[in-house]
């Protein structure tokens, strides 16, 4: 019995005990994995797969991981460049040894598939998606504080957006908490987060009082 099974865009047609030399696989050496994507069978009767053969897979242990030979690659520039390059390569592979071909039965068998080593993984697939939800959390956070009560405090002069943040950060998030900041407040305030007098210099205390006022 053989298959022609498909791994790293190339086909293969194998039997049982052929050793062959594939595209780098996610495995290390004496483990067994298995190829799903068997394109026919054949031996008694042949079957062809559309594109695959339905519950059809190869069995193979690894034996190492391993380089092709060294490929040169000679670039040579004649007009007007008169430039010359070479490269050399040598490709990585996993030399395995076929043990099994099955007909059927391959989804219950538990065997680890055979994966290329460049695919993504999916804990890496995974990361992205933590991404936006930060930022929905962020997107949330916003509407809370409004919600809450909070005043926009880039009404106050010389404060913007940076300033407003670390205003918020240290839980001051209205004018009547600024109207009511006593000297002593305005130095720690003005300690705290490095505002070097900015306070007192811009009026925010009495800017903060007018617009409760209003």
Known sequence: MFAVLKTGGKQYK?????VLRVEKLAA?????????????LGGDSTVLGAPTVAGAAVQ?????QIKGEKLIHFVKRRRKHSSK???GHRQKLTLVRITDILASG????????????????????AAPAAKPAKKAAKAEAAPAAEAAGADDLKALSGVGPALEKKLHEAGVTSFAQIAAWTADDIAAMDEKLSF???????????????????
């Open 60 to 64: 193979a242990t690894v034996i190492d």
């Open 106 to 125: 391959a989804d219950a068998t538990g065997v680890k598939a055979a994966v290329g080593a460049g695919s993504v993984s999916t804990a890496a697939e």
């Open 196 to 214: 070097k007098g900015r306070i007192e210099r811009e009026g925010w205390v009495a800017q903060a009082q007018a617009k409760i006022a209003e």
């Open 85 to 87: 390059r070479t490269k």
């Open 14 to 18: 194998v039997q049982s005990g052929d």
């Open 28 to 40: 290390d050496a004496g483990e067994t994995i298995q190829f799903n994507d068997v394109l026919m």
